[in-house]
């Protein structure tokens, strides 16, 4: 189990943060590929981003990361750790925390309570001494309340702890996700989606949030996106799908450029002109929700 790491190394160099490689993966759903021998790697401490037109295989690929779908070849390595060998649960233990495409949240609970079920298995105390309220629970729940304020803060959530989620803005909701997966601590964090339907304003405080979740924490991000606008600015480096095949691998100027890529985006139909801006991103997103791909099923939530 992963300690609590509140404490941050300034430097950014943290010995619990190791590389994730993909190696030659490929998941098939009967006779449709959804990813054909892919590899890449994350390297600690960076922000990686999948990108690539929809059914590229984006989310299919986070469902291997994070133990929801098993590989049909290959392997995810996790420094020594072979995450396609591990459940769900298991891979959360080793701090790697996921958001879904589609809202995956406790709507009737506040945004504190859906913060604190991120913190769970960081609670020594554990559910019976927390309802005696023995001294180190009432002295655990304090500390993890303050940590859940601090994240809270940190997304700009600091003002709707007491809000029950279901009543928040889509905006919102979608930082309340970001939020309860940094709660749970992770040395990785898996980003499904984070501003499909947010407007220019809110997906730019997105995109400096997950700035600054990796400098303050020094924590790898790997974020999919369908568009390719928002993370060119922020990513370190980009790996792009197309229809389960990686078509490109490297820093954001170099995917940019690639015949390949610019290909795979025009011939896609999803824009006439190439450029993807967030309010068009918004209309292919709750086109997206409506096929419902499994993503957000709450069953494959650690
Ligand atoms: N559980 C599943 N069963 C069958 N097909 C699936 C399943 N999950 C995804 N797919 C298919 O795999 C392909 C890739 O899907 P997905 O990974 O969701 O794409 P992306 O996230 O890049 O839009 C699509 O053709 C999708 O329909
Ligand atoms: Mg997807």
């Given at each position: 189990m992963t300690a609590d790491t509140s404490t941050v190394d300034t430097s950014g160099l943290r010995s619990d943060v190791v590389p994730l490689q993909v190696r030659d993966v490929s998941v098939r759903f009967g006779a449709l590929s959804a990813l054909s021998h892919v590899s890449f790697t994350v390297e600690p401490g960076s922000i990686h981003a999948i990108i690539g037109p929809n059914g590229a295989g984006k989310s299919t690929m986070f469902n291997v990361m994070s133990g929801v779908y098993p590989a049909t070849e290959g392997e995810v390595r996790f420094g020594d750790r072979v995450l396609t060998s591990m459940q769900p649960y298991q891979i959360a233990e080793l701090g790697i925390a996921r958001t879904f495409q589609n809202i995956a949240l406790s709507d009737s609970q506040t945004?504190?309570?859906?913060?604190?079920?991120?913190?769970?298995?960081?609670?020594?105390?554990?559910?019976?001494?927390?309802?005696?309220?023995?001294?180190?629970?009432?002295?655990?729940?304090?500390?993890?309340?303050?940590?859940?304020?601090?994240?809270?803060?940190?997304?700009?959530?600091?003002?709707?702890?007491?809000?029950?989620?279901?009543?928040?803005?889509?905006?919102?909701?979608?930082?309340?996700?970001?939020?309860?997966?940094?709660?749970?601590?992770?040395?990785?964090?898996?980003?499904?989606?984070?501003?499909?339907?947010?407007?220019?304003?809110?997906?730019?405080?997105?995109?400096?949030?997950?700035?600054?979740?990796?400098?303050?924490?020094?924590?790898?991000?790997?974020?999919?996106?369908?568009?390719?606008?928002?993370?060119?600015?922020?990513?370190?480096?980009?790996?792009?799908?197309?229809?389960?095949?990686?078509i490109a691998d490297g820093t954001p100027a170099e995917v940019q450029s690639d015949p390949e890529v610019i290909r795979a985006y025009l011939g896609s139909g999803d824009e006439d002109d190439g450029d993807h801006t967030g309010g068009e991103q918004a209309a292919e997103a709750d086109h997206e929700a409506g096929a419902g791909t499994g993503a957000g099923s709450p069953g494959g939530r650690p």
């Open positions: 945004v504190a309570e859906n913060l604190m079920l991120g913190r769970h298995h960081l609670t020594r105390a554990g559910f019976v001494s927390s309802g005696l309220r023995l001294p180190r629970a009432t002295r655990e729940g304090r500390r993890h309340g303050e940590r859940v304020r601090e994240i809270a803060d940190f997304m700009e959530l600091g003002d709707k702890l007491e809000t029950p989620v279901g009543v928040l803005s889509y905006g919102d909701q979608k930082r309340v996700e970001v939020a309860r997966a940094l709660a749970t601590e992770p040395t990785v964090l898996l980003l499904d989606e984070p501003v499909a339907g947010m407007n220019t304003e809110e997906t730019r405080r997105v995109a400096a949030s997950v700035l600054e979740i990796r400098s303050a924490l020094g924590i790898s991000v790997i974020l999919v996106e369908h568009d390719m606008g928002m993370v060119m600015g922020i990513a370190d480096r980009v790996t792009v799908l197309d229809f389960g095949r990686l």
